[in-house]
Each structure stands twice: as C-alpha cells, then as structure tokens.
C-alpha cells in the first residue's frame, strides 16, 4: 500500500510557533545554568561562577525579550484579525457605491408629472426606491454610513470642494450643494462627498476697505 505523503509545512506558521516556543526554550536553558551556577558555588569555582553569573543574565535578557516579541506578535496578530472583520468587506462595499449612486439618478431622471401620469411608471419608481432602501439598510448593517454635509462646514477628511459658488448667501466654507455622497466604513473613509462651497466675496471686499489708506 502507498504511504500517504505529508502535506508540505507552511513556512510561515513555522516561524510563528518557533517563536512561541523560544519563551519556554530560554526558560529550560535559564533553570540548567542556574542549577549549574548552584553546585559551582557550593564547590567554590570563582572563576566558574562568574561564567555562569555572565551567562545567566544573557539568557534573562534574551528571555524577556522573546517574552516582549511574542506579547508583540499576540497583539499584532489580534489587531488583524478586528481589521479583518471591521474593514473586510470595504472592497465589495466600493463596487457597490455606483450600483447605488446609479438607483438614485434613475429616481431623480423621473420627473413628478410623469408619476402622476403614469401608473407603470410610477409602480417602477417605488421599486427602485425600495431597491436603493434596502441597500442603503444594507451598508449600514455593516458599518458604512452615507455622508450628506449640505448646510454643513467643509472638512478636509471626508469632504472633496469641486468649485466655489459666490454671493450664496450662505458663511464661506459652508457646502451649498452636493454633487455625489461619501461613505464611510466605521471610521474609514471610503469615498468622500463632492461639494461646492460657498464663497462670500462680501468678505473680500471688506478686507480691501479695511487696507484702503485714508490718512490723507
């Protein structure tokens, strides 16, 4: 009968229990030199002694620091894992960010008289609308939230000013239209809002006045 062959050792998980070991293997070498150091005095070998004494804080330091090393890893490795599950279906969620930007412009393509015109196509605008629904429903079972900043003051993080609009009325800096939604993932941007912001140029023409030399 053939023998099975053994599946090749991933060398990887090699290293990584490797180094889980080191820990205890520094122990056992720690416990015979300091076995060793013992019986040197009890026979009064000076110059054994201090051997054993040199070679024994070698092997505590290296021992804690495989101990530092491996807490290192464990740490390391449990942050990849929360990653993992919090930011793993980022990708996916980016694809789908035009499925759902594209549901929205074919609700808006759809003009209110023809709704009210139109039986078929109306029944069609509520489908389309349940659709973009449950998908938004979707994203923020997984932690993304859809970002909406009109009225709200421009920021660097999560918003992207496309141009400026003047005499809006509005503080300059506060974003007076949106042009496509951002998302974020937890706390994660995945694509941010294009906006224009306001422009105040009353305010610049308040400088301009307040630097005008009226002393002659």
Known sequence: MAKKSKPP????NKTAEEDCDQPDINS????????????AENQGSEARISELEGELADLKDRSLR????AENTRR??????MDAKKYGSSNLVKDLLNVSDNLHRALEAVGEDVKELDEAVKNLVVGVQMVEKEML?????HGVTKLQPLGEKF????????????????????????LQPGYVMHDRLLRPAMVAVAKDTSEELSDKVDRVDTSA
């Not at 050792?9 to 990887?12: A, F, M």
């Not at 495989?66 to 090393?69: F, G, M, P, Q």
């Open 9 to 12: 050792e991933n060398s990887e």
């Open 28 to 39: 056992a070498k720690l416990e015979a030199v300091e076995d060793e150091l013992s019986e």
């Open 66 to 69: 495989a101990l530092a090393d």
């Open 76 to 81: 390391r490795s449990e942050r990849e894992v």
């Open 137 to 141: 429903d979707v994203f923020e079972k």
């Open 155 to 178: 920021n660097h993080d999560f918003h992207q000013a496309m141009y400026e609009v003047e005499d809006s009325g509005q503080q300059t800096g506060t974003i007076v239209e949106l």
